[in-house]
């Protein structure tokens, strides 16, 4: 259990969970493997004596994948939170929104947020942007996040994985890994890999 938070920074673990795993898209992800590296900032923050927050998404009532109905809403495999550690449900993008997130932080003295996790453009970028909005000085561990291929705006719904990634005006992985990076760059976030972070002691 995290008693200490020793240089006022924290890891935010977004919507790492089962949900995503069950997605035909999840096998053209940016990283299906990304819990890994998630584990890797996880066992970083950890062994620093910093907080681990934990977030996932809902969405009570729907039958999908993100219904708690469902047993999906839980962390990918070999994800778990430690005892002590905080887990938050969110029903919005953000991870802000309609949770106390913002309350806990301050409380503990976190002015240093670190966001990884699913989706890259979706969540862990609203997240972010929100942070750096209230104030936090923020880092997005860009290959500790992953995504899945958008389907171009009108695109008829219930297309099979193939003729999605078949339709030139589809955004694949790379190219919306690469747009969030420009976007939150040197305004909302310092991005950094992985390896940076851990080398770096960054958070």
């Not at 969405?59 to 219904?67: A, I, M």
């Not at 430690?82 to 991870?95: D, M, N, P, R, V």
């Amino acid at each position: 259990m995290n008693t200490h938070t020793a240089t006022g920074a924290a890891l935010l673990v977004v919507d790492a969970q089962r949900s995503f795993l069950q997605r035909e898209s999840w096998s053209a992800s940016s990283d299906p493997e990304v819990a890994s590296r998630i584990g890797r900032l996880v066992d970083h923050f950890r062994g620093r004596g910093d907080r681990v927050v934990w977030v996932l998404h809902t969405e009570p009532g729907t039958g999908t994948v993100f219904d708690p109905e469902r047993g999906l809403v839980e962390p990918m495999p070999g994800l778990a939170p430690a005892s002590g550690e905080t887990l938050l449900t969110k029903t919005a993008h953000s991870a802000f929104t309609g949770t106390d997130l913002e309350d806990l932080l301050t409380a503990w003295g976190v002015r240093e947020l670190t966001v990884c996790g699913v989706r890259t453009e979706q969540c862990c970028e609203t997240t972010t942007r929100m942070g750096s909005e209230l104030g936090f000085t923020m880092t997005f561990a860009v290959d500790a996040t992953a995504t899945e291929p958008i389907a171009a705006p009108g695109s008829a719904p219930g297309r099979s994985l193939r003729e999605v990634l078949d339709d030139p005006a589809t955004l694949l992985p790379h190219d919306i890994v690469t747009r969030t990076v420009y976007a939150l760059a040197d305004r909302f976030a310092r991005v950094r890999a992985v390896e940076e972070i851990l080398a770096d002691g960054l958070g």
